[in-house]
Each structure stands twice: as structure tokens, then as C-alpha cells.
């Protein structure tokens, strides 16, 4: 099946679209739009003092917050002002939990129940959410509320699937080509293939067909960006058939900037200090005096390929490392505990740091594994080296 570069959220996808019409913008002639926004929420089952944060989304990024404060008596606030509307994460804790909110300039009310669980990391979901006094947030849930038939869809195909999923996922973990063999030649996991070939196709269709439709507008652009977990040259025809006013709004102008990246190859990078899992201060440089090449590597705990990479760096480390070349790891978690846990997981033998939001921004991560090779003068001369274009890459500069 032909590989989808769609991130599924809530397995749907999102558009949002504001209606322009004659009415509409004599009501704005009647009564001038309210020229700030100002956010009131009243949230229940969390303890004063939570820390509440507006965070921008939709970016490909790891933003920082535009506003922050706590909760007092169940009851928050933020106020500020757009020049068009924008969407944000309400994020609660320490990254615990979030309620996404289209915002615009108008005054908005956010209420929810909350629940911290008791399990490990004590992640903070909500229900009974209503969101009111944003008509860009009333479109988004209109315009969203086909996700409850592909939710349906994907529930539908998965039924009866999950001991045949499981036999299927020990064979690939063990490497057993006759099982996996004799597993996919079954009826049952040929019917299963064909849905969800069906299910991803409907996904891709009502992509493309949305974006189209909404061309003239920032909601294409912002279409995108919620619907793509990265960019190819594949994508640029999608861009292309965008107005200028699309291409020049707020969202327009970060999917150009995401779509058409620009190289830091042959660019120096910047001192920097981050932590280590014990909270002691690392110098970049300091951990990169002498050495002859270092490879600035950001993962997560809970990227797969990431870590599924880390038996290639151990690797590398091995053999190279009397040679000259050091290895930085750089983790983006928000959580710190299930980074120290990866940590121990994973027993990397080399400088582990956690990010403070500016350092992955500095270097354009936009999507993990990323990892840049740096020289001796703190040159970038290669980026997204793994595996054996790394090693390779290595032999080459590192020859005895």
C-alpha cells in the first residue's frame, strides 16, 4: 500500500473555513469587530495553582507560550490581539493535557471537567468541553464533525483483528519471514489489508479535495499544516495552486517556510547550554572541544524510529569515537519523566541533554530523527546522516 504522509488526528482531518458573504460583511459594517481577544475559562477537577499556558499550534513546531498563568479557583483568563484567526493549544500543567481553541479577536469562554489520572505521568483529560463566542471555532467543529464517520470506519475494520495484530507484530519483532508469510496469505488479514487500504484512500481523497476548495483562503495553508506531519517536492503543487492573499497569510507564510526549507549546511552553530538528566549545565562547546566531528542528534522517548536508530549510533559511537567523533543527543520530550526513563532504557554511552524549546527551533527541527553533522569549527556539513549514510559518511572523513 502506497505510503499516506498524513497525520491523522483523532483519525480525521481538520478544516476550517469562515463564510464571506454579503451578509456577513454588512454585519461587520453594522458592528465594528471587537478589536482584541479576550479568553475566560472555568475548568473543574484541577487544583488551584495548575499552570495554564496558550500555546500556538498548527506550526510544526515546538512553540513557546504566548501567554501563561494559573488556575485560581477553577478560573483562568488570557487577553491579546490577532490579525486573523489563529489556532492554539490551552496547555495545562507541565504539558499534561490541552483543550485546541480557534482564536480570534472576540471574547471567548472555555469550560471543561478535568481528571488527572493516577497512572504514571498523570496525564490531565478533559470532557463536557464547550467553547463559545468564536465563530472561527464554531466553523471548526461544524467542518470537523465528519472525523465521528471516519472514527466509525476505522473502528468498523479493526474488529476481530486484534489477536491476528498481535500474531502478525511478533513475527515482524522476531524476524520470522515463514510466519509473516503464512499470516498475511490468510483471508482474514487480506480483508483487513483491503479496509484499511479503503479507509486511508477516503483519508487522502478528502484531503486533497478540501485543500483545493479552500485555495483562496489561509484556511488552505492552515489546512495543510494540520494535515501533514512533514514535506516533500510532492506536496509543492498543493502550495502552488494557493492565491496570494493564502500564500501571504499567517499560515501561508510558514508552509512556505516549511515546504521550501532552507539548508543549514555550511552554516555555524550556535553556543549553547541545556541539561543533563541529572540537572547539571552542559556547555555545547565544552562537550565538543576536540573532537573532529559531532553529530547533533534530537529524538524524543516516544519516537519509534528514533529509537529504533540508536543501535545504529551505538554503532557508529563504537567505532568511531577513538577517531574523533563524539555524538550529542538532544531529546525534545516534554516529559521529563519519560525521557530519564528512556534514558535507562536505552543506556546511550554519550552526552544526553533535554531541549529548552530554542535550541530544536535554532536547527529547523521540524520532525524527528533530525540529526545534523558538525566539524571541528562548528560547521554543519551534513544533515539527516543515518544508519549507513552515516557510517559511510564516517569512513569517509575518519579514513585511518
Not at 31 to 57: M, N, Q, R, W
Not at 204 to 228: C, Q, R, S, V, Y
Request: net charge positive; hydrophobic share 35%.
Amino acid at each position: 500500500m502506497k505510503a499516506i504522509k498524513y497525520k491523522i488526528l483523532g483519525l480525521c482531518t481538520c478544516l476550517f473555513m469562515i463564510s464571506n458573504n454579503s451578509e456577513a460583511q454588512k454585519k461587520k459594517t453594522a458592528s465594528p469587530a471587537v478589536a482584541s481577544y479576550f479568553i475566560e475559562g472555568s475548568i473543574t477537577g484541577l487544583a488551584d495553582g495548575t499552570a495554564v499556558k496558550l500555546v500556538p499550534g498548527a506550526t510544526h513546531s515546538s512553540e513557546l507560550p504566548v501567554a501563561e498563568t494559573t488556575l485560581k479557583e477553577g478560573k483562568f483568563s488570557f487577553t491579546g490581539k490577532l490579525n486573523e484567526p489563529r489556532f492554539f493549544y490551552v496547555v495545562f500543567g507541565k504539558n499534561k493535557g490541552n483543550i485546541s481553541v480557534m482564536v480570534e479577536n472576540s471574547k471567548i469562554k472555555i469550560s471543561a471537567a478535568g481528571t488527572v489520572s493516577d497512572q504514571e505521568g498523570e496525564r490531565i483529560s478533559f470532557k463536557d468541553v464547550v467553547i463559545t463566542g468564536s465563530k472561527a471555532h464554531d466553523y471548526y467543529k461544524k467542518e470537523t464533525a465528519f472525523k465521528e464517520e471516519l472514527d466509525k470506519d476505522y473502528k468498523d475494520y479493526h474488529v476481530g483483528i486484534e489477536d491476528l495484530s498481535n500474531k502478525v507484530g511478533k513475527a515482524r519483532k522476531e524476524g520470522n519471514k515463514k510466519v509473516l508469510d503464512s499470516l498475511y496469505s490468510t483471508e482474514q488479514w487480506k480483508t483487513f489489508e483491503a479496509a484499511e487500504k479503503a479507509f486511508f484512500t477516503k483519508v487522502e481523497k478528502t484531503t486533497l479535495d478540501l485543500i483545493a476548495k479552500h485555495k483562496t483562503t489561509w484556511w488552505g495553508p492552515f489546512f495543510m499544516m494540520t494535515n501533514f506531519s512533514y514535506f516533500t517536492p510532492d506536496q509543492k503543487p498543493l502550495y502552488d495552486q494557493f492565491s496570494d492573499a493564502a500564500k501571504k497569510s499567517y499560515y501561508g507564510q510558514i508552509l512556505d517556510k516549511d515546504l521550501n526549507p532552507k539548508s543549514l549546511i555550511g552554516t555555524s552553530i550556535a553556543n549553547f547550554n541545556l541539561k543533563d538528566k541529572d540537572g547539571k549545565p552542559y556547555n555545547a562547546k565544552d562537550i565538543v572541544t576536540g573532537k573532529k566531528y559531532i553529530l547533533v542528534d534530537f529524538w524524543a522517548s516516544w519516537c519509534g524510529p528514533c529509537r529504533k536508530e540508536i543501535p545504529n549510533l551505538k554503532t557508529a559511537y563504537a567505532e568511531y569515537g577513538p577517531k574523533g567523533f563524539e555524538i550529542l543527543s538532544i531529546s525534545i520530550d516534554k516529559d521529563e519523566k519519560a525521557w530519564q526513563k528512556a534514558l535507562g532504557q536505552e543506556n546511550m554511552q554519550w552526552h544526553n541533554l533535554l531541549d529548552d524549546d530554542k535550541v530544536s527551533k535554532a536547527f529547523n527541527v521540524k520532525t524527528i530523527p533530525a540529526t545534523y553533522l558538525v566539524d571541528a569549527k562548528g560547521v554543519i556539513i551534513g544533515d539527516n546522516l543515518r544508519g549507513a549514510e552515516l557510517e559511510a559518511k564516517l569512513k569517509e572523513l575518519l579514513k585511518s
